[in-house]
């Protein structure tokens, strides 16, 4: 862009709505100065051009004289640095206001409209893709987070699993002590509800805890023979 525009500069900033401020991202020069630095020209700082960034307008300023009264104190930064005339073309994403595009000219230069239209296209490429890579980080890190989730829920599990089972071992050997003493016929009906039921848990319980295990990396094999 700067190539074709044979320009000095060309500058991306990136506006954060919680700041409600803008911050330079990414700059290009032209190779035969150095890059530009934020006490030497912040264009956003600027008011006038801040209130149009934030109406979402296209800023062309052909020579730096046209610049109104109220940005004086910008014409003196752009006449310090070797500066005659810039276009501010604002990133919008999804109706949003996402950062601008600067191209800075050392000379007087004209904006056709012809020339607008594929910088505005460039820009909202520009937009697009960082908006992407920033759906992508998001997406990386709630997964990377529901998976450290995941895999401390297993462990967890996994190392308790005997606090789980002896509970339950003993209810069953208990009951089934209780079953085989009592000589009263309800008694055993309700014994033997009691370890029906706990054996349908237990079992439950050991599918939960073995599948846990295989989460966490902790099941273990045993070789038993078969009829």
């Known amino acids: 862009i700067g190539r074709f525009e044979e320009s000095r500069f060309v500058l991306m900033s ?5 700041a409600n401020s803008f911050r330079l991202e990414r700059q290009w020069c032209n190779g035969e100065t150095a890059p530009l630095t934020d006490n030497q020209l912040d264009l956003a700082a600027d008011p006038w051009v801040a209130d149009q960034l934030l109406a979402k307008q296209v800023i062309a300023v052909e020579q730096i004289g046209d610049l109104p009264t109220s940005a004086a104190a910008l014409r003196k930064a752009l006449t310090d640095v070797g500066l005659a005339a ?10 949003s206001l996402d950062g601008f595009l600067a191209i800075l000219c050392s000379a007087p230069h004209e904006w056709p409209r012809a020339d607008l239209t ?4 460039a820009s909202n490429i520009i937009c697009s893709g960082i908006a992407r890579a920033q759906h992508e980080d998001e997406l ?5 987070r529901a998976e450290r989730a995941s895999r401390t829920k297993s462990e967890f599990l996994a190392s308790i699993s005997h606090e789980f089972r002896t509970p339950m071992n ?25 370890l029906s ?19 966490a990396d902790r099941l273990s094999l045993v070789e038993e023979p078969t009829i």
């Open 14 to 18: 990136t506006y954060d709505t919680t």
């Open 140 to 144: 990386v890190y709630t997964t990377r």
């Open 170 to 194: 003993t209810i069953l050997g208990l009951s089934e002590i209780m079953a085989s003493e009592s000589n009263h016929p309800r008694h055993r009906e309700y014994l033997q509800s009691v």
């Open 118 to 121: 594929p910088l505005k296209t």
């Open 197 to 215: 039921s706990g054996k349908t848990l237990l079992r439950l319980i050991n599918d939960i805890l073995d599948f846990s295990k295989m989460e």
């Open 86 to 95: 810039f276009l501010v073309i604002p990133m919008i994403w999804r109706d």
